[in-house]
């Protein structure tokens, strides 16, 4: 790794560089802040009593007698909390008729899952109050559990919200979004090959290292409260908090201290913050909650849940006509922050990177007695990206075409650019020929070929399977119009501002809020860039909505794409404002001045200069500003993006399968993503990896189970099967680079890519092995017993 | 329940403290004596974020009650450094790599390579992932941990591998 | 979470534990390396009064050589076992299994004779004693008695030593020369739990097998020992074909179950390619 160290900061632009990151020093020292460190003076820790039921009525309940355990101060259930239960909020009211129930933060008679949050105790010490739990009396009457989707709907079935207003139907919605061409039908009709399938995208749990924590702090008699979570988005938490509990938001202040991961798991407001608050303000102490991993499995939201049934027309020499896609949604219990949005966060992207001429979504989402879901890693695009890389697979299985060629033959090539969708997106920019050729010279797909064809034509026990991905996404979230156009409540700006303080040192004050991104370096990058100055000199303020005001937060892979223009802009304005002073200084006019390397300079005249940070100091002083210049040197940017970024890749995946067993290995694994311009390329594939990771595991480890009353199987660490360093191999990786043309820096996000290419990579690959048993699909995750089974089918039908 | 007096050593100084029983090796380090740097990622021992070395050897301290370390001695995190400045070459590794991002699992990961590459100097790609099997990270994907971890191993047998 | 409070008493004879345990009653609890009981104990499934930590029992350490076995203290780490000399020179069965129990760290802990005494249907030790015919040592009150591997696993997490009773000791048999081993364990993640495990030791001459010891991990309650598999290796050929004929009966006298990860039939499944590739590994076929 040594030979890719910076070199010295002062020859060279900062961006593009690897730099290594100053988060570093204290997660590597033990010197972090996370939530759960936190103590404070008369702090209380509430503990939680959640329902072990799916669905029941609860038929007595009463916390007093926890009361009298030692060390509780207080215990609550709904009825002793009054009107301090906040309702759980959901701010993606997708269509007008959306049945939206109330989600009480404690349980109101009745509990829809398990995990439900019944009641609390607060006691002065964390085991006093789990240990007062036990004490609490309550009853329940076990209703039919609602698991599965299709049942759900049927007519009389059991009502997970039966309140006397509610439509008496377990659908929250449907929507449906008509493509921009000709009617499927029609497209159909002209179809020599029409391909079907239903997959399961399964649900899985987000599993974030760092469980959630929240603290709430009322500062008194002055109504001010602090409240520190290991959130992702502490600006949006302020305004939903504010508006949940009536506190007014500019007494509001959040933390987000060092968040140990999130994957959309931690873009929520959830049940234990409200309640932190509400209890905090009611008694006046501050209160502390820590999530247990068991805890987490069934109350932090779930992420995927779709059935999806998935058609698509061809001619017979493989040209695309059309595509229509029927998804049932599994809300789970309630609806939280985005939970009916996040399919529909994916209804773009089913054409992939395909040209065709009909398209036809359709969605429902349902209601079940399950943890509720939300955005997971790719919210959406995963599961659509799924399902078109692995129906281009059978479409090519069917017209007996390779099926990297049935994608050439349909993708949209590089001039195409910028390309209105079928979907009605504009694609910027791209050039899927140019992600697809490195990765296959990386690949050696030929190679592997040929060694599949000798593994099957020896009858080797261990066949040889290749998956192909080739993927785009929608990054960048959002342009505040189109947001609201699919009636999300906010907007999807973001914010900076840098300040050059009186010394030369920079505050570069940013409104999202990293949780392992890296933000502290990269925006140091893009800021030291355009104002000269060395990356160290530069602070990242972040996550404190005290400190850090202004901000949409972090997801979506959303941060640099649309944060990092308002860094350039904000930088750019900065040395604007410095050029007027400078110019006075320096007698001059501002159209003789340049700036380079940190200090403006006299254009013909290099003796003539003056460093940036004396220009600051001036502004301080402010003892000789030109007329009509305010003291101080600072600059802000609130940035909207004009539109969403496109990144792009080819993921190509070799697997072995064990016939004899079905354990699948992935042997190889290539990558070449395309994410536009990269400020610290050593971040990006991190990220990439880490995406990877997921992906790879929604493929073959990962899958919430239920049993059919509704208790979750999957329910610890040693049950939900998150891989090991032992589970996967190393990843090759590479990038090409087409800049995007909706932000000034070329960048598109790199968040989510790898979660979304891979797991259709890996499934592609296994049933690639496994085609001429006669297996076309396996179900996610493919496990060693899945595919085993699935042979036996196969072989079984074929026989 | 009688509290019982413990005396552990934790990076060097000695703690004297009186415990309940029950309480986990980890919860005394984080709430007890404030070495917060060692933290706790599930209920069943499964994650590894709350690896210490006890005794010098790699323990997952949510399994170990405080009152069964008495009279031992603890490395965490917070200890492996010698000084500000002396990074232990495995930190230093993990950096240079790039082997965090969020950083909740480094703690633990960080002191199992430690333990990994005292028994195994030079690991190959194998002995390090399985090595590190009891230690999960949501964020990396491990590549760059194995990186990590192989270039550490090249920092302490002086480029020996 | 945390544990339910109890009283804690720190053993340090096999008699001290034994007075703690009588004592304390059927509320009392051995604690050996905690692997296994403090994560019961964190997410409540047990709430015992008093918690009896045996870990430093000097009596309960080392492994020695007893001439015709190796003798191994009950509250010898995974990790000295597997890097033990003695028991890699003369059972190394039980240092292959013990490598694949979970991760170092829990190795680090986690011990042989709390491995057999929590009698896990899918803890890899109890089929490893079960093949190599292992007899436990036990005292309680009434003094001392020996239990062999075939009489000590009763039921799932249930063993033939009285709640009273502590396990002290592990006598594993020297199987002598010509032996060969091999522990094949089929998981789905590394540091998982096996979904079937086979302990295999083949005694082979030349071209055929003399003897075959096999014992099955998470086929039923306890550990199995396949005895029909032994019976037909027993003098075979020593060639993959007769070694696959052998494994088709490899779930004789098993009682496999249907779980999260694995119904029945594909434990049964699994039971027999395991058998084949573990008995072939250790015939070094
Ligand atoms: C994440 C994880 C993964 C694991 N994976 C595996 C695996 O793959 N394979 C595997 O085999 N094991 C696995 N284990 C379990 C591990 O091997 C344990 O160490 C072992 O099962 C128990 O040993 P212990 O010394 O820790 O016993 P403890 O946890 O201390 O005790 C376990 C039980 O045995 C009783 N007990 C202990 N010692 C005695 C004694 N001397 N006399 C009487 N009773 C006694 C205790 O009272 C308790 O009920 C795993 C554990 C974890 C946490
Ligand atoms: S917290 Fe100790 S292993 Fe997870
Ligand atoms: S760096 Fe986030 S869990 Fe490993």
Not at chain 1, 6 to 13: G, I, N, R, V, Y
Not at chain 2, 102 to 111: A, D, N, R, S
Not at chain 3, 111 to 127: K, N, V
Request: charged fraction near 20%; hydrophobic fraction near 40%.
């Amino acid at each position: 790794m040594t030979d890719t160290l910076p070199d010295s900061l002062t020859t060279q632009s900062p961006m593009g560089r690897p730099l290594r990151r100053k988060e570093d020093a204290r997660l590597l020292h033990g010197q972090t802040n996370w939530t759960d460190n936190i103590q404070l003076p008369g702090m209380l820790h509430m503990a939680i009593l959640r329902s072990p039921m799916a669905h029941a009525h609860i038929t007595h309940l009463d916390v007093t007698p926890a009361l009298s355990e030692p060390h509780v101060v207080a215990a609550f259930s709904a009825k002793e909390l009054g009107d301090l239960n906040g309702a759980v909020p959901c701010v993606w009211p997708v269509t007008d008729e959306m049945q939206a129930p109330a989600f009480p933060a404690l349980a109101i008679d009745k509990v829809r899952h398990v995990g439900d949050c019944v009641a609390v105790v607060l006691a002065t010490d964390r085991n006093a109050a789990f240990d007062a739990l036990e004490a609490i009396e309550i009853d329940y009457e076990a209703l039919p559990a609602v698991i599965d989707l299709e049942a759900a709907l049927e007519p009389g079935a059991t009502l997970v919200h039966d309140a006397a207003d509610s439509p008496g139907t377990n659908e929250c919605y449907t929507y449906h979004l008509p493509g921009t061409g000709i009617p499927y039908d029609e497209a159909k009709a002209k179809a020599d090959v029409v391909v079907k399938r239903r997959f399961i995208n399964q649900r899985l749990i987000p599993a974030f290292m760092e469980p959630r924590a929240v603290v709430a702090s009322p500062m008194g008699v002055s109504n001010e409260m602090t409240v520190w979570s290991a959130t992702q988005i502490p600006h949006i938490l302020r305004v939903l908090l504010a508006l949940v509990t009536g506190l007014p938001e500019n007494s509001l202040r959040i933390i987000a201290p060092d968040v140990g991961g999130g994957f959309g798991g931690k873009l929520q407001i959830y049940r234990e913050e409200i309640l932190a608050v509400q209890i905090a303000r009611h008694l006046g102490r501050p209160v502390k909650w820590t999530e247990t991993r068991s805890e987490n499995m069934v109350a932090t939201h779930h992420g995927r849940g779709q059935v999806q049934d998935i058609e698509i027309a061809a001619t017979k020499d493989g040209k695309l006509l059309g595509m229509k896609v029927n998804l049932l949604a599994d809300m789970g219990a309630y609806l939280q922050i985005i939970t009916p949005g996040t399919p529909l966060l994916g209804m773009f992207m089913y054409p992939g990177i395909y040209k065709m001429d009909a398209y036809d979504f359709n969605c429902v989402g349902v209601f079940t007695n399950k943890t509720p879901t939300d955005a997971y890693r790719g919210a959406g695009r995963p599961e659509s990206t799924f399902a078109i890389e692995r129906i281009m697979d059978e479409l090519a299985a069917e017209l007996n075409m390779d099926p990297m060629e049935l994608r050439k033959k349909n993708w949209i090539n590089h001039e195409d650019f910028p390309y209105a969708t079928i979907a009605g997106l504009v694609y910027d920019t791209g050039n899927y020929e140019a992600a697809t050729a490195k990765a296959i010279d990386m690949f050696d797909y030929a190679g592997l070929r040929a060694e599949q064809e000798r593994r099957r034509a020896s009858g080797d026990p261990v066949q040889l399977g290749i998956g192909i991905s080739t993927f785009t996404e929608m990054c960048g979230l959002a342009p505040s119009r189109t947001l609201g156009a699919l009636k999300y409540v906010a907007g999807g700006w973001e914010h900076c501002t840098i300040r050059m303080l009186p010394t030369g040192k920079v505050e570069l004050i940013t409104g999202t809020s990293p949780h392992g991104q890296g933000h502290e370096t990269a925006w140091s990058q893009i800021a030291a860039d355009i104002l000269g100055i060395d990356v160290d000199d530069i602070e990242v303020v972040h996550s404190d909505t005290g400190r850090a005001p202004y901000g949409m937060d972090t997801y979506g892979s959303r941060s640099l794409a649309v944060g990092g223009q308002a860094i350039k802009k904000a930088a750019e304005r900065l040395i604007e404002k410095a050029r007027v002073i400078a110019a006075h200084q320096l007698e001059c006019s501002i159209d003789d001045l340049e700036y380079a390397g940190g200090a403006f300079r006299v254009k013909g005249d290099a003796e003539k200069a003056q460093p940036l940070a004396a220009v600051a100091f001036e502004a301080f002083s402010a003892h000789n500003l030109p007329d009509g210049v305010e003291p101080t040197l600072q600059a802000e940017s609130t940035v909207d993006p004009q539109d969403f970024s496109y990144p792009h890749g080819t993921h190509l995946a070799a697997v072995e399968v064990d016939t004899e067993t079905g354990k699948t290995t992935l042997r190889t694994y290539v990558c070449v993503d395309d994410v536009g311009v990269q400020v610290n390329p050593m971040i990006v594939e991190g990220q990439v990896h880490g995406g990877l990771a997921q992906g790879i595991a929604q493929a073959m480890y990962e899958g919430v189970e239920y049993d059919e009353d509704g208790n979750l199987l999957t329910a610890s660490l040693a049950d939900y099967l998150v891989p090991s360093a032992a589970d996967l191999p190393s990843f090759t990786t590479s990038t090409t680079e087409t800049p995007s043309t909706t932000n000034p820096l070329g960048t598109k996000g790199v968040g989510e890519a790898g979660a979304i290419a891979s797991t259709p990579a890996i499934i592609n690959a296994i049933v690639d092995a496994l085609r001429p048993m006669g297996v076309n699909d396996v179900e996610m995750p493919a496990s060693p017993q899945r595919v085993w089974r699935t042979i036996q089918e196969a072989k079984a039908a074929t026989a | 329940m009688s509290h019982i007096p413990i005396s552990v050593t934790v990076d060097g100084t000695t703690y004297d403290s009186e415990v309940e029983p029950r309480t986990l090796l980890v919860h005394w380090l984080r709430e007890d004596i404030g070495r917060v740097g060692t933290v706790v990622g599930c209920d069943t021992s499964s994650c590894g974020a709350c690896t210490v070395l006890l005794d010098g050897q790699s323990v997952k301290s949510c399994s170990v009650l405080a009152v069964q370390a008495d009279g031992q001695s603890i490395t965490t995190i917070q200890g492996l450094a010698e000084g500000e400045d002396n990074w232990h070459p495995v930190q230093t590794a993990f950096k240079e790599c790039h082997g965090l991002q969020c950083g909740y699992c480094t703690p633990g990961m960080v002191l199992a390579t430690v333990d990994l590459l005292g028994e195994n100097p030079t690991p190959t790609e194998a002995e390090i992932r399985e090595g590190l099997e009891g230690n999960l990270c949501r964020c990396t994907g491990y590549h760059n941990i194995v990186k990590s971890v192989q270039y550490a191993s090249d920092l302490m047998s002086g480029g020996a591998r | 979470m945390i544990p339910v409070s109890f009283d804690y008493v720190r053993a340090t004879s096999v008699a001290d534990a034994v007075a703690a345990l009588v004592a304390g009653g059927e509320d009392a609890k051995v604690l050996a390396g905690g692997q296994s009981l403090m994560p019961v104990l964190r997410l409540r499934m047990a709430a015992p009064t008093v918690v009896i930590d045996c870990s430093r029992v000097t009596e309960m350490q080392g492994i020695t050589d007893a001439g015709d076995s190796v003798v191994i203290g009950a509250g010898t780490t995974h990790h000295e076992v597997m890097n033990n000399p003695l028991i890699n020179e003369h059972t190394p069965l039980l240092a292959m299994a013990t490598a694949t129990v979970a991760d170092p760290a829990i190795r680090h802990r986690g011990t042989l004779g709390g491995a057999l005494a929590h009698a896990d249907p899918a803890g890899d030790l109890p089929a490893v004693a079960l093949a190599l015919d292992a007899v436990m040592t036990v005292v309680g009150p009434q003094g001392s008695r020996d239990i062999p591997a075939a009489e000590l696993f009763t039921d799932y997490f249930t063993t033939s030593m009285a709640e009273d009773e502590i396990l002290v000791s592990i006598r594993v048999p020297k199987l002598g020369p010509g032996w060969g081993y091999h522990y094949e364990k089929f998981q789905r993640t590394a540091q998982g739990w096996a979904i079937v495990g086979v302990a295999a030791a083949v005694q082979r001459n030349n071209g055929t097998i003399n003897q075959a010891r096999v014992g099955l991990t998470n086929m039923g309650p306890g550990p199995v020992r396949a005895s029909s598999v032994e019976q037909a290796l027993t003098n075979a050929a020593a060639t993959a074909e007769s070694v696959a004929a052998a494994a088709q009966s490899a779930t004789d006298g098993t009682r496999a179950t249907s779980d999260l990860h694995a119904a029945a039939d594909y434990r049964e499944h699994l039971a027999r390619v395991m058998t084949e590739r573990a008995v072939a590994k250790a015939a070094g076929i």
